[in-house]
Nanobody, 131 residues
């Protein structure tokens, strides 16, 4: 399983971005066995779970700091996971990663210790919110 993020960039406060996570290297229905999540890490800070989704039933989880602003979705046919980010704030600035894990439920995927090593993780995409 190989994950590649895209869609990051520089945006003004209040703006929007949509991140994409492309999964490859496995059969389409294999994604059903995974929880997939978006995470972020700013310099000097621990990894933070942003939003996670179940490949099996599409259930979702959001971190408190992004509720009502971010939306996670999945296109199983295309093996893509999106993170729509609206109302961006300077404190959202970070490298955003997507990750997949076969052994965690969707909420656990997002709230587990930052020391946990996910089964698969992409290289990340930089999001900078600044005027």
């Amino acid at each position: 399983l190989h994950l590649v993020e895209s869609g990051g960039g520089l945006v003004q406060p209040g703006g929007s971005l949509r991140l994409s996570c492309a999964a490859s290297g496995f059969a389409q229905d294999y994604l059903d066995e995974y929880s997939i999540g978006w995470f972020r890490q700013a310099p000097g800070k621990e990894r933070e779970g942003v939003s996670c989704i179940s490949g099996k039933d599409g259930s979702t989880y959001y971190g408190d700091s992004v509720k009502d602003r971010f939306t996670i979705s999945m296109d199983s046919a295309k093996k893509l996971v999106y993170l729509q980010m609206n109302g961006l704030k300077p404190e959202d600035t970070a490298v955003y990663y997507c990750a997949a894990d076969k052994f965690l439920a969707v909420q656990a995927m997002c709230v587990i210790s930052s020391k946990y090593v996910y089964g698969y993780r992409g290289q990340g995409t930089q999001v900078t919110v600044s005027s």
